[in-house]
């Protein structure tokens, strides 16, 4: 099977559905489609303009793409062809081992030309990875010695909840009166809680992250920005249990129409109530080094 790039993926998805007519005409921009694919404008880029070389699409005067429909009508995927699959999300996949390798609380070196031939990729795509990982806080780059691996520890995951509660706290404070009721109540109505266990959950963790903006303080924003990419993919990782999961989300609940009614002690009271006890799965993990 071809292994696609992001761009060729876009590209291809683009012919099939503009083949079956499933994309309207006002979608055909640079910024609706990267909100359509959930990506940055720059593989939204390379693929429209190769779209644009093979006759696909065309520019008007006014800049406006339009949809060459003879080409798209001969098009080889046709309405009827299967859509090419997505390309596989390196970052993830590699993001999610090295956490669970970084939750056995050992200090690994991973070596660029190893780690490239086991994820089956190229160093350059390894590196590109990696530093992304570096700049979540998973990864230190030691020069002559590789990629060092951060360690789960206990203690240091206690020490960030311990300054998250009195930042995100004041965070609340100092967001009462800019708080849109509007953003709030379309967070809640992403939270919602599986009415059967084959249902997928619904959960939606902005409310966080909205929280600190709002505060307007550059001091808690940086905080959370230089600290808290780390325990971030934790959180994440930590979703993936169903209960933890259905229990984070009916807190959020709580908060969220705490929030909607104005009652700021209820509020906080729910927040600090969630922000200190919603990691039952990391705070049972005993690693080698605690």
């Known amino acids: 099977m071809q292994i696609l790039t992001l761009t060729n993926y876009i590209k291809e998805d683009l012919i099939s559905r503009l083949s079956r007519e499933e994309l309207p005409q006002e979608s055909l921009t640079l910024a609706g489609l990267s909100d359509h694919y959930q990506v940055s404008v720059t593989p939204i880029y390379h693929a429209v303009n190769e779209l644009i070389e093979e006759g696909y699409l065309y520019r008007e005067k006014n800049r406006r793409l339009c949809i060459n429909k003879e080409k798209i009508d001969t098009a080889q995927t046709a ?11 390196q970052f993830k996949r590699i993001s999610e081992d090295l956490l669970l390798m970084s939750l056995k609380g050992e200090s690994l070196y991973l070596r660029e030309a190893a780690s490239a031939q086991k994820y089956g990729i190229s160093r350059t795509t390894l590196r590109n990875v990696f530093n992304r990982l570096a700049g979540d806080g998973v990864l230190e780059h030691v020069p002559r010695r590789g990629w060092k691996l951060r360690p789960f ?11 998250r509660v009195v930042l995100e706290l004041k965070a609340l404070e100092l967001s009462k009166e800019t708080l849109d009721k509007q953003v709030l109540q379309k967070i809640l109505e992403r939270n919602c809680v599986p009415q059967s266990e084959e249902e997928p959950l619904q959960i939606d963790n902005s409310l966080h992250e909205y929280l600190i903006k709002q505060s307007d303080n550059y001091y808690i924003i940086n905080f959370f920005d230089r600290h808290g990419r780390y325990f971030d993919l934790l959180f994440l990782w930590e979703s993936n249990d169903r209960e933890a999961a259905i229990q984070e989300i009916q807190q959020h609940q709580r908060i969220l129409n705490a929030l909607l009614e104005e ?11 969630h922000l200190r006890s919603n990691h039952p799965v990391l705070s049972q993990l005993k690693p080698k080094n605690n």
Do not use: C, K
Not at 263 to 273: H, Q
């Open 79 to 89: 309405a009827g062809t299967p859509r090419p699959i997505p390309p596989e999300d």
């Open 153 to 163: 520890n206990q203690h240091d995951l206690d020490a960030f909840l311990d300054v």
């Open 263 to 273: 009652d700021w002690i209820t509020a906080r009271s729910e927040l600090e109530f």
